[in-house]
């Protein structure tokens, strides 16, 4: 069979046989065309996000798996210790969110009789 041949008078407004007979691809060739959805590249400020975010994962993934939660807590210790009084509210969830992370340290140190505070 030919394809893309022309039946006469089965032509409907721009689209050939093979559209006609259920080729939807053909069909949607042979209308106007649509501009894709996105056509613009990411910002640069996305970008650099998305290299910021790769690098960060790239870096977590350094940390063996073992010791990420003695990390977290440091962390949030650390935090917390050098964070001004007046600027905690502005900091207290990456605060907060350090400390659970390291929350499992914590229980284990109490259940083996130590205080949280001593290492």
Known sequence: ????ARVPGKQRAGVDAGAARGAPEAAAMQRSPRPPLRTRRPSESRLLLLAR???QEASYALIPEGDRARVHLSIGRALLARTPADKRDATIFDIVH?????AALLCRRRSAGRSP???
């Open 1 to 4: 069979m030919l394809e893309g």
């Open 53 to 55: 975010i790769a690098f």
């Open 98 to 102: 350090q400390l659970n992370r390291g």
């Open 117 to 119: 505070g001593s290492t």
